[in-house]
Each structure stands twice: as structure tokens, then as C-alpha cells.
């Protein structure tokens, strides 16, 4: 098997690792919702037509899907597991943005309205989380998945979109180190699905590491073609936040070997 098959088939989370670094960044970004005023949930973000209103709706939409699917009976099979997830996420991106909007004109039209339902989503997330084990499949838009590896994806929702919301408004809200490090990993491990093979290898230091694209394989010392950036940068060129050729023309990625260009593999998360 591949490197990078192997990395992503053998990655292993803490699932009450991952369940605290979910509940401490949502709390990050509540917090941080929670200052803001009417002027800036009518500023505009990244995110198309979505003002930063939109943006706090979807957050807590992200979070209440855990809610929703606890609640639910647990369904008969199993139809995603957490590596098919970056790819699932095109085809659902319609179904999103009309729910979104739905959030946003009816539980976050004023900051108080959108306080009252981050408390609200809060509470029923922390429930859900203490009342299902981590084996328990549960429902989603994308079929059936074991809550463990829903909770993973929870962290590459949060993270992103804390980043996109310190973005539009200038805020800065924090970033939980382990939902950090769980949504750097898991877009790593895309990457290295999307792109299979072992002649480039990126380093997202201190969280990541993969081999990937096709070509002759490194087997010892130092390899041909690597590429490295830290967290942020690698999730905003994940996510299509920012290009190949911006991150490498403002020396946020360090790229050395005739292999080395990622443009084509980028982003792996629509």
C-alpha cells in the first residue's frame, strides 16, 4: 500500500480529545459572535453572497447537525466514512447555502435573536455529546457516519470558518489547538486521497505529514519534493481561501523539487 493510503487508512483520532476540542471552539466563536454588532453582520465575507450573518447562521447549522442526528434512530448502515467526507461536500453545497440562508432570516436576524441561538445550539450540542458514545452512528445530509468521524469534520467547519469570520469582521477569536489540529490533518489526508502516490511530501508542521502525487517514490533521507507551510496557510489553500501561486508569491509555502506544485490537486474541500 502507498504512504499515503497507509497514513490515511491508520490515522487515528482521540475521539474525548476530539469531542472537547469541538465543544472549546464553538465556545471560541460564540464568545466572538456574541460582540459583535448589527453593522458587522452585514459586512461581506469570502463566502460569495454570504455577509458575515450568514456566516455565524451556518456555524451553528454545522454544530446543530450533530444535535439533529443524535436525536434521530440511528440508521441501519454505515454510508460514509470520515476520509469520503472532503469529496461529499460538493454535492451538498445548494442544499447548504438555502439552509443556511433559512437560519440566518429566521434565528439570526438582530445579535440578540443570533445570541439566543447560539446559546440554544450550545446547550443541545454539549447534550448530544454526553448522551451518544462514540460508535453510534447517527444521520446526516451524507447518510449514515459514526459520530466519532462526524465530530472530525465538525473541526475542519469550525476552524475554517472561525478564519473566515476573523476575515470579514477583525475579529480574533482563537483557535482550539486540537480542533486545529484535527482539521489540518483530515485536509492533509484528503489531499493525499485526491492526489495518490508518494513523490511529494507536505509538511504542515507540528500536525501533519503525507506523501503524495504520483512519480518515483521517496524511500530514505531526504526527499526530492516537499512541500511546507504552517496550519493556516494549508487550510486556506485546502479550502480554496487562497491559491497556490498567492501563498508561494508571499513565501507562506516553501516549495522545492520539480514535482513540487500542488495547483492542480488544490483545494480538496469545495
Not at 466563536?29 to 453572497?49: A, H, I, K, N, Y
Not at 438555502?98 to 434565528?107: L, P
Request: aromatic letters at 4%; charged letters at 25%.
Amino acid at each position: 500500500m502507498p504512504p499515503s493510503k497507509r497514513a490515511q487508512r491508520n490515522r487515528s483520532y482521540d475521539p474525548a480529545k476530539i469531542r472537547s476540542a469541538v465543544l472549546a471552539q464553538f465556545d471560541h466563536v460564540r464568545q466572538g459572535v456574541l460582540t459583535l454588532t448589527s453593522e458587522q453582520l452585514g459586512r461581506p465575507t469570502r463566502l460569495g453572497e454570504w455577509t458575515v450573518r450568514e456566516l455565524a447562521a451556518h456555524i451553528t447549522m454545522a454544530m446543530r447537525s450533530v444535535v439533529r442526528g443524535v436525536a434521530a434512530p440511528a440508521p441501519a448502515t454505515r454510508d460514509l466514512t470520515l476520509l469520503d467526507w472532503p469529496l461529499a461536500t460538493r454535492q451538498y453545497a445548494g442544499d447548504v447555502d438555502h439552509d443556511t440562508r433559512e437560519i440566518a432570516e429566521a434565528g439570526a436576524h438582530d445579535p440578540a435573536a443570533l445570541a439566543a441561538l447560539y446559546e440554544e445550539t450550545g446547550r443541545g450540542l454539549a447534550d448530544a455529546l454526553e448522551a451518544a458514545p462514540d460508535e453510534r452512528l447517527i444521520v446526516t445530509r451524507f447518510g449514515g457516519v459514526r459520530l466519532a468521524d462526524f465530530l472530525v469534520t465538525r473541526t475542519v467547519e469550525l476552524i475554517v470558518h472561525t478564519d473566515d469570520l476573523n476575515h470579514a469582521t477583525g475579529l480574533a477569536v482563537p483557535y482550539d489547538r486540537g480542533a486545529l489540529a484535527a482539521c489540518t490533518r483530515l485536509l492533509a489526508d484528503a489531499l493525499a486521497g485526491k492526489a495518490p502516490g508518494g513523490s511529494v511530501e507536505v509538511r504542515v508542521p507540528p500536525y501533519a505529514v503525507v506523501q503524495c502525487v504520483e512519480g518515483p517514490r521517496h524511500t530514505r533521507g531526504t526527499p526530492p519534493n516537499v512541500v511546507e507551510t504552517e496550519p493556516l496557510t494549508w487550510i486556506r489553500l485546502a479550502t480554496g481561501r487562497t491559491t497556490w501561486a498567492e501563498a508561494l508569491s508571499t513565501a507562506r509555502v516553501r516549495a522545492s523539487g520539480e514535482r513540487a506544485d500542488l495547483a492542480a490537486h488544490l483545494p480538496v474541500l469545495g
